[in-house]
């Protein structure tokens, strides 16, 4: 076990006896071998009266000595004063998603896909329970533990560094001396089963209200301004992903995980090798059956491919890991009653049955309206208003009505039948395959707005401040008829709206005035074409570099990408057919919309930034860091993580970290946020 930090770094102050130093030291040491011991390998070695008098020992000695306390001492998780808000944290790496597949069949289909891919008639893998908690990242130097983020949007986080330090199985150091000088370790933290109970039990006699899950009660705790609440709270980590080290990386996940164990991190015990996907198989059915026995909530399995150069040569898609999935479980189902089958107009038309429910809890949450998915699916289950059905949360998020429960002698009602005119707008109603569809596109409000929404989102044009209420107030007060209408209002008309005043009028105009300059990709992620995400949206952006060539290509043309199929092919070649469709977009770039897109060149050394490094610290307010940086790489810098002498600027936002601080030593040119947007309108280097 390593040294306390008291024995590695500059002498103590001489007026502290070298005894009581020691004994400090020693005590220390000793408390985070019994926490180890007891909150991560579940085998304490010494009474709980034993092990709180070693801690008042300890407090004692730091109390008669505070200049002695460091950040890592065990008397430092009682929490510290409340934050007024949480800071947002750059991830060292995405932090992904997983692809969930439901059946063995589809397991087995993932395998040969695997074998097919990586050119291998033998792959093995790791498996590992999925928790049911929050994700986290957790980073270390030299051993010490210095920031903890929530995932967020995967790439950018809050910061939760000091509410971290309260989870005793979380090491503040970590053990051995073969740790890296930087670490970073994905984890999840969640609430044992009968900790949750017991926390629940106290919200109620304290007259508050209680968590619905395991989940919520960890993901609120974790979230608390105030970390001496989330100290009161029984939370647990564990770890299963390097993100970043220094260290020779294992060859093996499996290897990954044990070194994580070694250097003192909690990772899960209930995790196999196998050799072949049918023990990938039998250990989903065994785990499955332990669920309801195992002291926390999982809600599946996790499959990784186990070489870590196989997991390199798959790589990942825009949200998940190409050699990783999760192995779900079957969601658990109860009882109740249909009062009745509404229906949901998205806002690419389509129309969804709705299921209005009595309502029910299911694995802790209260139910009381589930999808039915489309026409055909209430038909096979003939799904009626009146009768009694048993629900189910699909992969245990979704509600889902599983089947209907047959009643002896139950007077049914009609069956049910889709509408024959949109229940929004009176348009008439069309049928593809097993859907319904709204004719009345931008003529209905249910779908103009979700499209303004869809629009105005993140992963789009991502303008800040345009949110649901907005886009109804803008649609319902008849100022927005179409996309383009949005780059058309002026503050005058913006006035005119429910909490809107002079500064909140001048902030969206100007989001929407910044939005005006976007990637391709984001375009297309904007403009709602069915079947078109974020991935598919960055292939079409790479394939053709330009929005006129690719609505030039035609259905036969998208085939030849790889990655788009008929469905996909058919439905763009639709989108851009349509003369209304065309309308609006050649509206958009008369009102000044400007694409970005990649040369046609491959050679870098032709773009204005060629050869320059920029570094993000701190927020910022007219575009995320993540755009800013897409920005500045098309037009041919490089972005990292890190200041170095070779660094040519660092844009400092909002609550800058460290890295202005090391920018300055290093003589780094700064630019504020504004500066920056100057330098994107003429990037020639300054």
């Known amino acids: 076990m390593p040294q306390n930090s008291l024995d590695n770094d500059s002498p103590l102050p001489s007026t502290v006896p070298h005894s009581e130093q020691e004994r400090l030291a020693q005590l220390r040491n000793q408390i985070r071998h019994h926490d180890y011991l007891y909150y991560v390998k579940d085998r304490p070695e010494i009474s709980d009266g034993a092990y709180d008098q070693l801690f008042r020992e300890l407090a004692d000695l730091e109390q008669a000595y505070p200049e002695l306390i460091t950040p890592d001492s065990p008397t430092q998780r009682v929490g510290a004063p409340p934050l007024d808000a949480l800071g947002k944290v750059q991830h060292e790496r995405p932090m992904l998603s997983l692809d969930s597949l439901m059946t063995p069949d589809e397991v087995l289909a993932f395998d040969q896909r695997m074998k097919r891919e990586l050119s291998s008639d033998h792959i093995e893998y790791t498996v590992e329970p999925k928790f049911d908690g929050l994700s986290v990242e957790l980073v270390y130097d030299h051993g010490m533990f210095v920031r903890g983020s929530t995932r967020g949007d995967g790439n950018l986080g ?405 990655e788009v199929g008929p469905e996909i092919s058919a439905s763009l070649a639709s989108y851009f057919q349509e003369p209304s469709n065309r309308r609006v977009i050649d509206q958009l770039l008369a009102l000044g919309l400007s694409i970005l897109t990649a040369p046609p060149s491959p050679d870098q050394t032709l773009l204005p930034l060629a050869g320059t490094s920029f570094v993000f610290t701190g927020g910022l307010v007219r575009r995320t860091r993540d755009e800013a940086k897409v920005l500045v790489e098309q037009l041919g810098a490089t972005v990292s993580s890190s200041v170095s002498k070779k660094t040519t600027y660092v844009v400092a936002g909002s609550e800058p970290g460290s890295k202005l601080e090391q920018a300055r030593k290093l003589g780094v040119r700064i630019l504020t946020e504004q500066e920056l947007e100057d330098f994107l309108r003429r990037p020639e280097p300054m």
């Open 158 to 562: 809050e910061e939760i560094t000091v509410n971290l330090r309260t989870i005793r199985s979380l090491p503040l150091q970590l053990q051995t001396d073969t740790y890296p000088d930087h670490l970073a370790v994905r984890g999840e933290v969640f609430m044992r089963l009968s900790d949750f109970h017991a926390l629940n039990r106290r919200m109620t006699e304290l007259g508050n209200d209680t968590f619905a899950n395991p989940r919520n009660a960890a993901a609120g705790s974790l979230r608390q301004l105030d970390s001496r609440v989330t100290a009161a709270r029984p939370l647990m980590v564990t770890c299963y992903e390097v993100m970043a080290s220094t260290a020779t990386p294992s060859a093996s996940h499996w290897g990954e995980l044990e070194a994580l164990a070694q250097w003192g991190l909690p990772v899960p015990t209930l995790r196999q090798q196998c050799t072949a996907i049918d023990q990938v198989i039998a250990f989903h059915r065994e785990t499955e059956q332990q669920r309801d026995q195992l002291p926390y909530e999982i809600d599946g399995v996790v499959v990784k491919v186990d070489r870590r150069d196989w997991q390199v040569r798959l790589g990942m898609k825009s949200r998940s890991p190409r050699w990783a999935m999760a192995f779900k479980f079957p969601p658990r189902k109860e009882v109740t009653e249909v009062q009745d089958i509404a229906i949901s107009v998205g806002r690419t038309g389509t129309l969804t049955p709705l299921a209005l429910l009595k309502p029910v809890e299911v694995g802790g949450v209260t139910i009381s309206r589930a999808t039915l998915h489309n026409a055909d699916e209430v038909a096979r289950k003939d799904i009626r208003v009146g009768d009694t059905v048993r629900v189910e949360r699909a992969g245990d998020v979704i509600p889902a009505i599983a089947e209907r429960i047959s009643i002896p002698n139950e007077t049914r009602s009609e069956p049910f039948h889709m509408p024959t005119v949109c229940p929004i707008c009176g348009s008439a109603v069309a049928r593809e395959g097993a859907y319904f569809y709204c004719t009345g596109q931008a003529a209905c409000p249910a779908q103009l707005k979700g499209a303004i929404e869809h629009f105005a989102s993140k992963p789009a044009l991502n303008i800040d401040g345009l949110g649901r209420k907005t886009v109804a107030q803008l649609i319902d007060h008849g100022l927005v008829k179409d996309l383009s209408d949005l780059y058309r209002l002026n503050q005058e008309q913006l006035l005119t709206l429910d909490g809107f005043a002079e500064r909140s009028t001048t902030l969206l105009l100007e989001a929407i005035a910044h939005s005006k300059v976007v990637t391709l990709d984001r375009l297309l992620m904007g403009l709602g074409i069915r079947q078109v995400g974020q991935h598919i949206a960055k292939v079409l952006a790479k394939e053709f570099g330009s929005l006129d060539a690719l609505m030039q290509a035609d259905q036969e043309r998208f085939q030849t990408i790889r």
